[in-house]
């Protein structure tokens, strides 16, 4: 079963603006990452953010995890046409080191 | 540097046959990962090595599902008698457990067409 799900499953938005997605789970992590797929092909790493951080920044990224509540945001800000993919987030949990992703956001940006 | 290769790129085969899907991990590192994505799906764990130590195959969804990573670097995954419902995309991560733990480097993928 899926630990991490995001929401929405899809968004469209125009060049410019800001994308906010996000992340729910069940059980307590340890890290928790989000990820770009291209094309329905490989994975690109974004951030990986541990669970006594709240918030990571890289670029026009920016993660908040709240820990309390379960859930995690991505907010890609002033957006490309080149940032339409679809994002995952992944959990890690107890003394598992797989990873466990969730069904993604597909973004769509509109030049 | 190289990234993470997989072979064939694509693959279609008839249903019944066997097939055998590569991955190159990224020189030196420890963990590699398989996983499969259904169209429009996330990816479903199949099976993770580390080290020298016993791989955990809980992923894996039957036993015509295995793998094999030979010298601690090239991991095959093998499907025996295929069936339509294995027609997916598989794709093959690596990871160093010393750097960045837990973030994985993703293979282009390899996608299988069952007919």
């Known amino acids: 079963s899926q630990q991490g799900e995001e929401d929405p499953q899809a968004l469209s938005i125009q060049e410019g603006e800001n994308a906010t997605m996000n992340c729910s789970y069940k059980t307590s992590i340890n890290n928790l990452q989000w990820y770009r797929q291209n094309s329905g092909r490989g994975l690109v790493h974004l951030i990986l953010?541990?669970?006594?951080?709240r918030e990571k920044h890289s670029g026009r990224l920016r993660v908040t995890l709240d820990t309390s509540k379960k859930s995690s945001s991505l907010l890609i800000t002033a957006s490309r046409a080149a940032d339409t993919a679809s994002y995952f987030c992944?959990?890690?949990?107890?003394?598992?080191?797989?990873?466990?992703f969730g069904r993604g956001t597909s973004l769509i940006v509109h030049p | 540097g190289a990234g993470v290769s997989q072979s064939p790129s694509n693959k279609v085969t008839e249903k019944g046959k066997d097939v055998e899907l590569r991955c190159d991990p990224i020189s030196g590192h420890t963990a590699l990962y398989w996983y499969r994505q259904s169209l429009g799906q996330g990816l479903e764990f199949l099976i993770y090595f580390q080290g020298n130590s016993a791989p955990d195959k809980s992923g894996l969804p039957s036993d015509r599902f295995s793998a094999e990573r030979t010298g601690g670097s090239v991991s095959t995954l093998t499907i025996q008698r295929t069936q339509q419902e294995d027609s997916a995309v598989y794709l093959c991560a690596s990871s160093s457990s010393q750097v960045m733990a837990y973030e994985q480097y993703f293979g282009p993928g390899t996608r299988l067409t069952v007919t």
């Open positions: 992944a959990t890690d949990k107890g003394a598992s080191y797989i990873p466990t």
């Open positions: 953010i541990r669970s006594n951080e």
